[in-house]
């Protein structure tokens, strides 16, 4: 099949999208199938195997970018030979199928904005008022083929939020590199990132790992930290990501925990990150998926999220970590002690592992090819 993937960064260190948008043209590409990627801006990888179409955008302000990218891959898309698939990983004008990796933005104000006047003066911005006109037209009647969701709560979500016949809405998980995200990697980069982080073989390290420190709940976090204080005296976070840590370092300090949080910033190797940590937490309050949380598990770290991340839904309760109600700093304080106070960590360690196992990037791909060539009457 010839395949269109269209993303606006095509770089696996950015983010959940982008790093999908990598692993699956570099496994399609690898199963013989003609992959053309349009993208406004490159990582440093490599593009054996498939081909690069730049798509010209405005790089500021945000909303410019938003409308400019839509437009001109839409030109581009028809200078292209004949496609068999379009496959649209951000919102556009046209495509046969789109994955909702960025999340429904109703549904992110809902979550993101607790109070009616928050979510009333970011809804009437006209940012969002883009966005929320774009999700109409994308999952209005007759607009695609197929809308991949990442999660049953995400897929749940579209179908209460826009008319859209079940029939063309397919859940396919995410995969995760179950080569580099191993519990081996503890062997090869715990003692030095421990060493890096100034942590003693007896202290529990908490890792974080978000680039919207807001939305996926660092200040619930860092004030559960604050509660430890006392009983937690051997827990640290760690906090890996490229927003700013600025709010959240003054958090940090006025609960008295400056010392306990450590900001990392972005890693290049995530692997090294996990491996130097105990436990990972994501009290996110909207996530589609969530990938970090898949990383984790399959490096044997339990995992402590909300029900407000999709990746919740692969969590085995008080087995492989811990699934809260809500990002509320008590009930953080609380998982995290329950699991500190983990007396069989090699049980825990090993169902993580077993469940990560089960969503690998070879079957996250077979699925996605699967659909594109029903799509296409393909055997």
């Known amino acids: 099949m010839r395949i269109a993937v269209v993303v606006k960064d095509f770089d696996s260190g950015r983010g959940g999208v982008e790093r999908f948008a990598y692993q699956f043209v570099n496994q399609a590409a690898e199963r013989g199938q003609e992959v053309h990627v349009l993208a406004n801006r490159w990582g440093p990888e490599g593009s054996e195997g498939f081909s690069r179409h730049r798509v010209p955008a405005f790089r500021w302000p945000s909303l410019a970018k938003l409308i400019s990218f839509p437009l001109n891959a839409h030109r581009l898309l028809k200078e292209l030979p004949p496609l068999d698939i379009v496959f649209a990983l951000t919102p556009l004008f046209s495509f046969d199928v789109y994955r909702v990796g960025e999340g429904i933005h109703r549904e992110a104000l809902e979550r993101r904005y607790r109070t009616r006047l928050g979510r009333a003066w970011k809804r009437w911005g006209p940012k969002s008022q883009y966005l929320l006109w774009m999700e109409r037209r994308i999952f209005s009647p007759g607009r695609l083929q197929r809308v991949i969701t990442i999660s049953e709560a995400s897929r749940r979500q579209l179908l209460a939020y826009y008319p859209i016949p079940e029939e063309q809405v397919v859940t396919i998980y995410n995969g995760v590199d179950l080569e ?200």
């Open 180 to 379: 580099c995200f191993h519990p081996c990697a503890r062997e090869r980069y715990r003692d030095p990132m421990r060493r890096r982080m100034e942590v003693e073989p007896d202290e529990m390290v908490v890792l974080f790992v978000g680039n919207d420190f807001r939305r996926k709940g660092l200040m619930p976090l860092i004030q559960a930290m604050g509660l430890l204080q006392g009983k937690g005296d051997k827990i640290k976070l760690a906090v890996v990501g490229r927003d700013s840590p600025g709010p959240f370092a003054r958090a940090s300090q006025r609960l008295g925990v400056k010392k306990k949080v450590m900001f990392l910033g972005v890693m290049e190797r995530m692997e090294e990150a996990y491996a130097g940590a105990d436990l990972f937490v994501l009290p996110s309050h909207y996530d589609p998926f969530g990938f970090s949380c898949l990383e984790a598990l399959a490096c044997g770290l339990p995992v402590i999220t909300t029900r407000y991340a999709g990746a919740s839904e692969i969590i085995e309760q008080g087995r492989n970590g811990m699934v809260i109600s809500t990002p509320d700093p008590l009930v953080l304080a609380e998982a995290i002690w329950t699991l500190h106070e983990e007396k069989d960590w090699s049980k825990v360690n090993e169902d993580s592992r077993r469940v990560a196992q089960s969503f690998s990037l070879e079957r996250n791909t077979k699925e996605i090819l699967s659909l594109f060539a029903q799509l296409k009457g393909c055997p």
